[in-house]
């Protein structure tokens, strides 16, 4: 089993910039790859940025060169660095952890994202 606790949401005017982080708790030795997703009022939940093991990530186009996410292995923290927020940036993040070998996935609760002037 693996926990997920988000932190670092709130309001933040436009332009501005947040850093969420994620701390993993429990059997973290399996993860291979933690993710942020976001969920807006209304609307599906969707990817923002992945990151392995070893480093390597991808992004959504809709947050490219925006938003970095980085994970530190050894306090098993993952962090998204959020520049340049818009409006519609406004959701609630999740954390999600994949572990193997046998698959499971694990969602934190989720933190608050306000972009609003």
């Known amino acids: 089993q693996v926990y997920l606790e988000e932190s670092g949401g709130g309001l933040v005017q436009p332009g501005g910039s947040l850093r969420l982080s994620c701390l993993a708790t429990g059997k973290t030795e399996n993860v291979y790859q933690m993710a942020w997703h976001r969920q807006a009022p209304g609307k599906q939940r969707e990817f923002v940025a992945r990151i392995a093991k070893d480093g390597r990530s991808g992004y959504a186009d809709s947050i490219t060169g925006r938003f970095t996410i980085s994970r530190d292995n050894v306090e098993n923290t993952l962090y998204l660095e959020m520049n340049s927020l818009k409006p519609e940036d406004t959701a609630v993040y999740y954390c999600?952890?994949?572990?193997?070998?046998?698959?499971?996935?694990?969602w934190g609760q989720g933190t608050q994202v306000t972009v609003s002037s």
């Open positions: 999600n952890a994949e572990s193997g070998p046998s698959y499971m996935e694990y």
